[in-house]
Every structure is written in C-alpha cells, then in structure tokens.
C-alpha cells in the first residue's frame, strides 16, 4: 500500500493493515533468486509515527513460506514473524544525507518522495531478513551427488553405513 508522507503528522500513529498476495510475494523472491515460495498472503502491520527526524516505521510483518533445504531439497513450511523498526527520511533531505543518517538513533534509514510505498519496504525488509541458505535440519546430510539417494532417508552404496 503507498500512504502519502503527508497523512502523517504528530504522534498520533497512523496504522495500516495490509496484504500482500503471494503471487506479488513470489515475483518479488523470483526476481531475487530465492528458493522460497509464499503459501498464503503476507499480511503486516504498520504504525507510522511524525517525529521531528522523520517518520518512523514500526511494522509487524506475517508470512507463511515454503523453504526447500538446500542440501537435500525437502520443502518445509514456515509460520514467520518479523517486528522491524525503520526511520523513513525525506528525500528533499538528501544533501544532508549523511547528517540525517546519524542522528537517527541507530534505526535503518529509508528515504522516500512524497509517498511511502509500504508493500516494497516490506517485502525488501523479509528479503534482507531471510537466510538465503535454508537447511532442514542443520545435521542434514543431504543428496548423494553420485546416484541422488537423500542420505537422511536412506544409506546408498557410494556412503555404506
Ligand atoms: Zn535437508
Ligand atoms: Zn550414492
């Protein structure tokens, strides 16, 4: 969802509760190459709060997601949560980049124009968290490169037990 920098004004949060289809999910990770696959619609919460460095953003973000191990391939779903806090800046504030960036107490910064497009900094937020190596198991033992048997199922002839 896009909101207008200018619907946010004082402490009063502005909340937006929002889905984003996992089809839209998909194409975002598909474009990033990730082995991971949206099974129902993210949905996220957001708390957009004026403070006088900027807006900040509290977002509490749900996805339910697909993984496949990427040692033996077994797909697993994943209930997630993820609660971010980002401070959204001006552009217009932009020469002062760097000054902006440092009296933000330490919160990523994200800079926009006139509209805060929700959907693509939550989407963004999930990517950066999500390890791009997933493992079903971290004693996994994966697929024999010989004959593709999964060695957590079974032992083959190129591993004797
Ligand atoms: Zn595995
Ligand atoms: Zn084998």
């Known amino acids: 969802m896009n909101v207008l ?17 996992p089809e839209r999910v998909d194409a975002f990770f598909e ?12 949905r996220y919460e957001a708390r957009l709060i004026g403070t006088k460095r ?7 973000i749900n996805a339910e997601l697909e993984r496949l191990c990427s040692r033996c391939g077994k797909a ?5 949560t993820w609660q971010v ?3 959204l800046v ?5 020469p ?14 994200i800079f926009y124009k006139d509209v805060i497009d929700l959907e693509h900094i939550v989407l ?30 079974t032992a083959c002839r190129c591993h004797p037990v």
Do not use: W
């Open 5 to 21: 920098a200018s619907r946010i004004s004082g402490s009063v949060p502005f909340v937006v509760r929002d889905e984003v289809s």
């Open 31 to 42: 474009m990033n190459d990730e082995g991971c696959r949206a099974i129902s619609p993210l």
């Open 54 to 60: 900027g807006i900040r953003l509290e977002a509490s």
């Open 76 to 80: 697993d779903t994943l209930a997630m």
């Open 85 to 87: 806090v980002l401070m």
């Open 90 to 94: 001006d552009e217009a504030q932009a």
């Open 96 to 109: 002062k980049r760097d000054e902006v960036v440092l009296e933000t107490d330490d919160l990523d910064v």
């Open 124 to 153: 963004e937020t999930v990517y950066v968290e999500l390890d791009s190596h997933y493992l079903c198991d971290d004693s996994c033992h994966g697929v024999c490169l010989k004959c593709g048997a999964n060695l957590n199922e």
